[in-house]
């Protein structure tokens, strides 16, 4: 099985930052993207940053220039530094990853999520 386990959420005041990360453990043969995606209460769940094999990233239009997020593929491990945190960041922030497993199967996998709260 495969396993994603996210850290570093909590609470910051507006201006802030933060660093979350996510390690990914288990039957894994290898790891394609990586990503981090955030749901805030009464909202759909949303892309925030994306990371492939590659190392090309993508990001949601409302963090450009304030989010950055990287991986450790040595760790299987994705970061996602966050600076300049406003209110509207608050959310429960989700890693996700598309991961070829031993048995060559190719699924994605999510975290169960880390709470990151934002206060004016």
């Known amino acids: 099985q495969v396993q994603l386990v996210e850290s570093g959420g909590g609470l910051v005041q507006a201006g802030g930052s933060l660093r979350l990360s996510c390690i990914a453990s288990?039957?894994?043969?290898?790891?394609?993207?990586m990503g981090w995606y955030r749901q805030a209460p009464g909202k759909q769940r949303e892309l925030v940053a994306i990371?492939?094999?590659?190392?090309?990233?993508n990001y949601a239009d409302s963090v450009k220039g304030r989010f950055t997020i990287s991986r450790d593929n040595a760790k299987n491990t994705v970061y996602l530094q966050m600076n300049s945190l406003r209110p509207e960041d608050t959310a429960v922030y989700y890693c996700?990853?598309?991961?070829?497993?031993?048995?060559?199967?190719?699924?994605?996998?999510w975290g169960k999520g880390t709470l990151v709260t934002v206060s004016s």
């Open positions: 996700n990853a598309q991961i070829t497993t031993r048995d060559y199967d190719a699924l994605g996998y």
């Open positions: 288990g039957r894994i043969f290898s790891i394609n993207a």
């Open positions: 990371s492939t094999r590659g190392s090309s990233t």
